[in-house]
């Protein structure tokens, strides 16, 4: 099965680490780079790899993981720290991105 997620609004505001603690940039190069930081980057990687795990849709709003196995065994453990998929989607919650179970996207 597939799994679609929307982007929240991502403002400095609520910009949050790994462990959910409010990021605080530091001076100089030792700026945190955020979960949203991260997941951008992976799915801008896996979807130059022409891979079909996980991607953007073409709006760009949104992304869909088509396969949840080979995400967490190959993908996960390339960008996070954790390599279970719940604990991703846990994250994914906690930084406001929801699930889309219907409509056009599906």
Do not use: C
């Not at 991260?38 to 979807?47: D, K, N, P, Q, Y």
């Not at 190959?74 to 406001?96: I, Y």
Request: aromatic letters at 10%; proline letters at 7%; hydrophobic letters at 35%.
């Amino acid at each position: 099965s597939r799994t679609i997620a929307s982007i929240p609004d991502l403002t400095p505001s609520n910009s949050q680490d790994d462990a959910g603690k409010e990021v605080v940039p530091a001076d100089g190069d030792d700026v945190p780079i955020t979960f949203p930081q991260r997941l951008i980057g992976m799915l801008e990687a896996e979807t130059e790899s022409g891979e079909e795990i996980i991607t953007w849709l073409p709006h760009g709003k949104a992304f869909i993981i088509y396969q949840k196995k080979r995400f967490a065994s190959e993908v996960l453990v390339h960008h996070f720290k954790q390599s279970k998929f719940t604990s991703f989607t846990r994250k994914l919650n906690r930084w406001g991105f929801t699930r889309i179970a219907t409509g056009p996207d599906t």
